[in-house]
């Protein structure tokens, strides 16, 4: 029988959380935890409410009933305002940018740099954009153009550095890497490893098992809004994990 | 300090790097051109029928300005609710209910209380004028944003009901003279600076100009950006003094008329000399205000969070919602000052007529509309200028008022907005395919 490694008071616990649209239960009393320094795999068909599940915790949905804690002090998230100001950053599977502005105006959105007078401090984004790009991309030259004229990889860049910029001790990745090269999968796989040993801890959601099975220390897999079980990684082959998601059967290491 | 300049490709034609350098919006440049070609094309045409081309002169291009003023405004406020994808067909029939308040408030209600021609009377009325239009534009925000209903229906629905009751308002009647302090905003002789302050304004804008670029340069410096060239810095700032000091010589170059003089001279106590007194008109009070909304718009639209949202609103509405920005009370506020310029578009219109009429502002939410378009503002949303608006507005207007110059009637006159309207948008299509 397997059980969570992790003791102590978890990052983030989301318990007991149910959401529902229009009589449709999305997500059905799902409890999953996060602790610092691990990544912790949501996995499931399309449809199965990772995705549900976790925007209640990045404060895109309001949740129906349950209970949100982070570092044990329960927390109620009703904006993506909210979670910003619990350190929760997320990198949406659509990269939620504005394709008509730049990639700092992008990184700062909502959050910019204001000098005296209330006037925005173009310059000074650009410069803060600059440094942290020069670690995360080196390669990342456009910085005056609209981020629509940016490639898959760049743009996907400039929605990581808008997470990261900001101190996130949480991480949410909604399938980081579907519309990226192998390049740039692998920069992604050593920026995760990277953040992972800074002690953040990250939810990521992903469709490819290999992945899961690489960057994962523990995987939550759901089925139809309800959660299947959580397994940690290592113990456990892709197999089981497959059987998980595609036949809702839970192995017996699950817990 | 070694200073980088901006990368030029030595490859590259002349022009391009020319256009590198100075970082001139080439979109700028071709409504720029288009107007230019507009102009000349009537004066051309003149010049070739009558033999003396009446466009360009003093007299024709500042009364193209102070007619300009009214749709420019109101342009200036369309672009935002255009970039964050709606649209107001409300803004004529609001500028007429406006107009029609202010019109029965100071000639109907408020003397009643003072007296005519008390001094409080223009206050309160402007206020009054800029009160309703920013309650009833918060209004339509309300709706849209709040209640879900589209903006299309919303603002049609307002076209209909606020012409209504502008109607209502007065059963139909005209409201003459307005207050003789009121109607100085309206422009004319006396609604405009003269000379010397018209100087004082140019001259200004001179130095706005030359503080602009050196503090472009200094903000560049402290983060080690490349900076432009400086014969590109000396070219801009040449050019920009250069138009601020052309048009105060153009406006100050057109002279009261002779009847107007007289009555001047008389009430101040000068003989008229026999060649006749030459007072500029100066730039006239409607084009001040259309210039300081559009520079207030500029830098709202450039420099404050705020206008950074309704950029970010209209290039995609979800991440603005996702990245914390309260999208739904952004678009009430973008719908209250769409109706404060319209309110002070109303100012404008009625004092520029003496009057109030039940028609004032008729078919102008599709000239502002128009205008905003011609000025490249996306209907798609996420992109706009307000100098494009302006602009366009200017482009609208010179067309009219040369078509009237040369004689078209007004049959005409609507065909070719028309296809000057569908044209602009075709090529501005046509450009943005080449550019991505």
């Not at chain 2, 798609?380 to 302006?390: D, H, K, L, R, S």
């Amino acid at each position: 029988m397997g059980r969570n490694p992790n003791t102590g008071t978890p990052l983030v616990e989301m318990r007991d959380i149910s959401i529902a649209f229009g009589g449709i239960k999305a997500v059905n009393h799902v409890s999953v935890d996060l602790y610092a320094g691990e990544v912790v795999g949501l996995l499931g068909h399309n449809g199965a409410g990772k995705s549900t599940l976790i925007k209640c915790l990045s404060g895109a949905y309001q949740k129906d009933a349950g209970q949100i804690f982070i570092n044990g002090q329960e927390v109620e998230i009703n904006n993506p305002r909210d979670a910003r100001k619990y350190n929760i950053e997320t990198i949406y599977q659509t990269l939620a940018l504005a394709d008509n502005l730049d990639a700092a105006s992008n990184l700062f959105l909502g959050r910019e740099i204001v000098g005296p007078g209330g006037f925005v401090d173009d310059t000074a984004m650009e410069a803060e954009t600059r440094k942290i790009m020069a670690r995360l991309n080196p390669n990342f030259r456009k910085f005056n153009v609209p981020v629509s004229a940016l490639s898959g990889g760049q743009r996907q860049s400039v929605a990581i550095a808008r997470a990261v910029y900001f101190n996130a001790k949480i991480l949410i990745m909604d399938e980081p890497t579907a519309a990226l090269g192998p390049h740039e999968t692998q920069m992604v796989a050593e920026l995760i490893q990277e953040l992972k040993s800074q002690g953040l801890g990250i939810f990521l959601i992903e469709h490819d098992i290999h992945a899961v099975m690489d960057l994962c220390d523990r995987a939550v897999v759901m089925k139809n809004g309800e959660k299947v079980g959580t397994v940690n990684v290592n113990e456990v082959t892709d197999e089981d994990i497959l059987g998980m998601i595609i036949l809702g059967k839970r192995p017996p290491q699950a817990y | 300090m070694a200073q980088q300049t901006t990368n030029l490709d030595p490859q590259a034609g002349a022009l391009t790097r020319f256009l590198r350098a100075t970082e001139i919006d080439t979109r700028l440049l071709g409504m720029v051109a288009a107007l230019l070609l507009i102009w000349v094309g009537f004066h051309l045409y003149g010049v070739i029928l009558n033999g003396k081309g009446a466009f360009l002169t003093p007299r024709n291009l500042w009364n193209i300005t102070v007619q300009t003023a009214s749709v420019g405004i109101m342009a200036c406020g369309m672009t935002l609710v255009i970039i964050t994808r709606n649209i107001d067909l409300s803004v004529g029939s609001l500028l007429g209910f406006s107009a029609m308040m202010m019109g029965m408030f100071q000639v109907e209600w408020y003397p009643q209380l003072v007296g005519l021609g008390h001094w409080s009377i223009v206050v309160l009325t402007i206020l009054l004028g800029l009160a309703v239009g920013t309650a009833v534009g918060a209004f339509h925000g309300w709706l849209v944003a709040y209640r879900g209903i589209p903006a299309f229906i919303v603002t049609l629905g307002g076209l209909l009901v606020w012409r209504g009751a502008a109607f209502l308002l007065a059963r139909g009647r005209t409201i003459s003279p307005v207050d003789s302090n009121f109607a100085l905003l309206g422009g004319g002789p006396y609604g405009s600076v003269g000379a010397f302050w018209s100087w004082v304004i140019g001259l200004a804008g001179c130095a706005a100009v030359l503080w602009l670029i050196w503090a472009g340069r200094r903000s560049r410096a402290r983060h080690d950006f490349p900076q432009r060239p400086m014969w590109a810095e000396y070219f801009l700032a040449a050019l920009g003094c250069g138009l601020c000091l052309g048009t105060t010589l153009l406006v100050n170059s057109y002279p009261w008329p002779k009847g107007i003089v007289d009555q001047y001279a008389q009430r101040h106590g000068i003989t008229v000399p026999e060649e006749g007194l030459f007072i500029s008109h100066g730039f006239a009070l409607p084009v001040l205000i259309l210039l300081v909304v559009a520079i207030v718009m500029t830098i709202i639209m450039n420099r404050t969070r705020f206008g950074r949202y309704v950029y970010a609103i209209g290039g995609n509405p979800d991440a603005a919602l996702l990245a914390g920005i309260n999208v739904k009370w952004m678009i009430v506020k973008i719908f209250a000052l769409m109706g404060f310029l319209t309110g002070l578009s109303a100012v404008v219109a009625s004092a520029r007529l003496n009057s109030a009429t039940n028609a004032l502002g008729t078919l102008d939410e599709l000239y502002v509309i128009a205008a905003a378009v011609i000025g490249g503002t996306s209907l798609a949303g996420g992109v706009g200028t307000i100098y494009g608006a302006v602009l366009g507005a200017l482009v609208m207007q010179s067309l009219q008022s040369g078509m009237v110059l040369i004689g078209f009637d007004a049959a005409i006159q609507n065909i070719v907005v028309g296809a000057v309207l569908v044209l602009a948008v075709y090529v501005d299509t046509l450009y943005r395919k080449r550019v991505k």
